[in-house]
């Protein structure tokens, strides 16, 4: 059985190992013209792709905004409802624009995969706000610098409460 | 259902699930064996928006195939002569030959996907460190066949030439039981065949500049031994007596030892004669009267080599055959050229850099410009990409 000094150095252990990797060192970035477009208004979302010889990115586009066009070769792009898909080959920018509804909040999430070197990860999340009006049920009030790094700490959180509260029960 | 029956049922379905993973490239959508861009692409997009008819390992196989091997099946020939065509990469390997297994990492070969290795590589703590984590799947003469096939491989190497029996009845029993395994065949220790070797395992690999840059490095070292011997009358040659593990055991013309003296310039009077390792009469030594005299170290990864930095081990086993009977007359005994060097830098893969240690001791004039203790060390550093010092650890020579 771990006791709690043990669940507590594996949560610090756990923090240490996932927090650089929670920040830096992602070889897709996201960079959007405006987060918060006007109702209807067209923006810009850039990817910027460091070291992907052969891969993949699929981006999900919050509820109500649509996808407009891009400057990626079209037959290496698939969109299906909130996703598109865009197949990597040594690309280093992909741009592609997005029309906003006309209200409406909420993350432009991304994954990317290198088939090439076998790793994948999470693109953090971009929050976008028509006029910059939150619509409660999708933002959550989170900001978006939070909201990227929200999915790991989220798990090692809950991993750590579980550890933590499993601990104290152990002493009662 | 019995459940005796429940586990040899399980492991079918496993082994014909890889069977059935094994057979043409995936994304492949027209069969043609080509996997053109166009296929590529939308292979890729499916997969990344979700529609699983490719698993994660399934695109990375495609991309691999596409990226270098030109989209196409690779046809390689291995060195039994055996053409097998290659449909996806090699991702989940079992390795019998630990010369074959040094030769990936040389080429630098994910070793991640080795999955199991041959009891003695599991052995070898220092040199192959990783191989702890990996499978044990015992030798060619006891292997573990069901732990082979629990394993799932896609690829198996074997031994080429050497141990032919068991290696193909190891081939055999994995051709009939999953016949989407693919077995390679290596030696990866002999010089006529070794240059031939890394460029194919490079190729299989997609290391093919990588495979250039390693065969130009074992290269450069044998044709400087070869170029340097070459042109010595054979009446001038150094006459050597080479002494196996076991004492008063010799090595004959068909040995890989016997090879490797000559190449380095030596002449073995003991070279004639039916058995790869004779015994010779101990007079017959002393007749000889060898002016070079090699003792093997190594015996059971016991002394020295990658095992310790055990000096005083092999400074032993030298003075045991210096007070030999009758030895104190012998040429190379009197001239202090009795040498004493590890299994480890002359029986396997890196036979040429104890290949260039005995062209040194041969012939000290003429390979004065011969480093063999930097090659040695540019092998582990550059190509093994190991952190082994070889000023403080390992013992490979004596004196």
Known sequence: MITLPANRLLCIALLLMVVPVAVSGAPVTRTLSTAEPGAGEAFT???????????????????????????????????RGQKIAFAVMNDTRIAYSVRAPASGSGDITGRWEDFIGEVDGAIPASHVAVDGIETAAESGGASPVAQEAASPFAVLAAIAGILIAAGRGGRR | ????????????????????????????????????????????????????????????????????????????????????????????VVIFAGESLETLRSLGFDMEKVVAVDKYSHAKNTFFPECREMGNVGSIWSPDMERVLILRPDTVFLYATISTAA????????????????????????????????????????????????????????DRIRDGAAGIPDDERTRVYFEYWFDYTTVAASAGYN????????????????AEYPVVDPEAILVANPEVVIKLAGQGLAVGGYAGHDIAALDAIRSDMLGRPGWSGISAVKDGRVYVIHSDILGGAQHFIGT????????????????????????????QGIDFDLASEGTFVYP
């Not at chain 2, 698993?55 to 196989?61: E, M």
């Not at chain 2, 290696?167 to 989407?180: F, K, M, V, W, Y």
């Not at chain 2, 490079?202 to 450069?220: L, N, T």
């Open chain 2, 167 to 222: 290696c193909d009845d190891i081939q055999n029993r994995l051709e009939a039981s999953s016949p989407g395994i693919r077995v390679l065949r290596f030696d990866c220790f002999k010089p006529a065949t070794y240059p031939d070797e890394i460029r194919t395992i490079a190729s299989i690999i997609g290391k093919e500049e990588r495979g250039e840059e390693f065969a130009a490095f074992y290269e450069s070292t044998m």
């Open chain 2, 259 to 274: 090879e490797k003296t000559e190449i380095a310039g030596g002449t073995n009077p003991f070279a004639t004669g039916t």
């Open chain 2, 356 to 383: 260039a240690y005995l062209a040194k001791w041969f012939y000290p004039d003429r390979f004065a410009d011969l480093d063999p203790h930097a090659i040695h060390q540019r092998y582990l550093t550059d190509f």
């Open chain 1, 45 to 79: 979302v850039s990817l910027s792709i460091e070291d992907v010889a052969l891969g993949g990115v699929v981006e999900t586009l919050p509820a109500g905004y649509a996808f407009a066009e891009t400057d990626h070769p079209a037959d290496r792009i698939l969109v």
């Open chain 2, 1 to 92: 259902m019995n459940r005796r029956c429940l586990p040899a049922l399980v492991l079918l379905l496993l082994v014909a699930v890889q069977a059935a993973a094994a057979e043409g490239i995936p994304g492949d959508a027209d069969g043609d064996r080509v996997l053109t861009r166009a296929e590529y692409v939308a292979a890729a997009l499916a997969y990344m928006i979700g529609d699983n008819d490719l698993a994660r390992a399934d695109i990375q196989d495609a991309a691999q195939v596409y990226a270098f091997w030109d989209g196409r099946p690779r046809e390689i020939t291995d060195s039994t002569g055996k053409t097998v065509t290659l449909y996806r990469p090699l991702r989940r």
